[in-house]
């Protein structure tokens, strides 16, 4: 029994563990998915706006001129901060000629496509990371539209919380679902264990519990006990046959008793003869028999046989 023990304690804590790793991965993979899908539907939305603003202040520059264009982005200003919105158009020598941008940033090509990067701001003269894309005008400026990417370096930071947040709980509710789960298996298994250690001891009364659930244990114990009624019957077919042997034996015996005292007599010893291989054939006949019950149960069970 220790060692059934051992093993179920062994089996509990790998299905327990198993059951927590597959939980964990297949968590893990759908809130990987969550902040993928969030944080590119974020930069899509993003790169709409900005490349949408980008291809206006350009229309503007066609139909007004430099004229127009600085006064279409010194109109959007006032609402700059609300929409972290940035701007810069410098003229082609690189003299900033309107936006809240300090200076251009160095190293970025106009008309490089998107770039993420640290600016200066010119309202607080504050180093921002800044997603932004530019083009170069047709007179030889250079205008830099962008958003300020602090607020989704935040909700990145706040995503990832949740999504450890979310990780962690989705741990600990498999590590009680699974404990929960090998407490109701094992709990089943422990109980056929011991009634079946009853039934090797001599017990062949007992059966396998039932509890009426209809479940795959239900079947399986009914099974077992539709077996151990067979096995019963058996065993008192063979203890009936055993009573038989022995009740037969017991007029032979007398009757070679009588034979062995009768052996002076010449005439007698065919008949004596005859009846030691009547016997022998009994005597084998048991052995057999003893034989097979000591092979399927344990002595307790031939002792009652």
Not at 2 to 26: E, F, G, K, P, Q
Not at 211 to 232: H, K, P, S
Not at 293 to 302: D, K, M, N, T
């Amino acid at each position: 029994m220790d060692n059934l023990r051992l093993s179920v304690n062994n089996s509990r804590t790998r299905l327990v563990v198993a059951s927590m790793v597959l939980s964990t991965i297949l968590t893990a993979t759908v809130l990987a998915l969550v902040y993928v899908t969030a944080n590119r539907s974020i930069e899509s939305e993003t790169r709409s706006v900005v490349s949408a603003e980008l291809t206006g202040l350009a229309d503007e520059y066609e139909r007004r001129g430099l004229i127009g264009l600085i006064t279409a982005i010194e109109r959007r200003l006032p609402s700059a901060s609300e929409r972290d919105a940035l701007y810069l158009l410098t003229d082609r020598f690189g003299n900033k000629l309107a936006g809240n941008l300090k200076h251009w940033p160095e190293d970025i090509t106009a008309g490089s496509g998107w770039v993420d990067l640290e600016v200066r701001r010119a309202d607080n003269d504050e180093l921002v990371p800044v997603s932004a894309a530019s083009i170069r005008l047709p007179g030889g400026e250079r205008l830099i539209v962008g958003r300020d990417a602090v607020a989704r370096q935040q909700f990145d930071r706040v995503l990832l919380r949740s999504v450890a947040l979310a990780l962690g709980i989705a741990l600990l509710l498999s590590l009680l679902t699974g404990w929960l789960f090998t407490r109701l298996v094992f709990s089943r298994l422990s109980d056929i264990a011991s009634t079946a250690e009853n039934i090797v001891s001599g017990d062949l009364s007992r059966r396998m519990p039932i509890r009426g659930t209809g479940d795959e244990f239900d079947q399986v114990a009914g099974t077992l006990n539709t077996m151990l009624d067979r096995i019963e019957e058996l065993i008192s077919n063979l203890r009936t046959t055993s009573n038989s042997i022995a009740h037969d034996l017991r007029s032979p015996l007398s009757r070679l008793k009588q034979r062995v005292e009768a052996l002076s007599d010449p005439d007698k010893s065919d008949l004596l003869t005859s009846d030691i291989f009547s016997y022998k054939s009994l005597i084998l006949l048991c052995l057999g028999c003893q034989k097979a019950l000591h092979g399927l149960f344990s002595p307790a069970i031939v002792s009652e046989c």
